[in-house]
């Protein structure tokens, strides 16, 4: 799953094993998640985990189980 800014760049990736959509919440769970920010003025951020939720179009993801966080070099 991509998301980006208005003018169409990406500022965040959320791929993983698995993905299951519930759309009575609009909300996805996935296994083995990988989530990258790369928003133009940050640092690129990677956040693994077990599991995680991704609610509210994207804007919330949650991880859960051995939750990491890395900032590689640019």
Do not use: C, W
């Given at each position: 799953?991509?998301?980006?800014?208005?003018?169409g760049r990406p500022i965040n990736?959320?791929?993983?094993?698995?993905?299951?959509?519930?759309?009575?919440?609009?909300?996805?769970?996935?296994?083995?998640?990988?989530?990258?920010?790369?928003?133009?003025?940050?640092?690129?951020?990677?956040?693994?985990?077990?599991?995680?939720?991704?609610?509210?179009?994207?804007?919330?993801?949650?991880?859960?189980?051995?939750?990491?966080?890395?900032?590689?070099?640019?």
């Amino acid at each position: 799953m991509l998301r980006t800014d208005p003018s169409g760049r990406p500022i965040n990736r959320l791929e993983g094993e698995y993905a299951e959509h519930f759309p009575d919440d609009d909300s996805y769970h996935i296994t083995a998640p990988r989530a990258v920010g790369q928003r133009e003025a940050n640092p690129i951020t990677v956040g693994v985990s077990k599991t995680a939720v991704m609610e509210q179009g994207g804007k919330r993801i949650v991880m859960n189980g051995d939750p990491a966080i890395d900032y590689p070099a640019r």
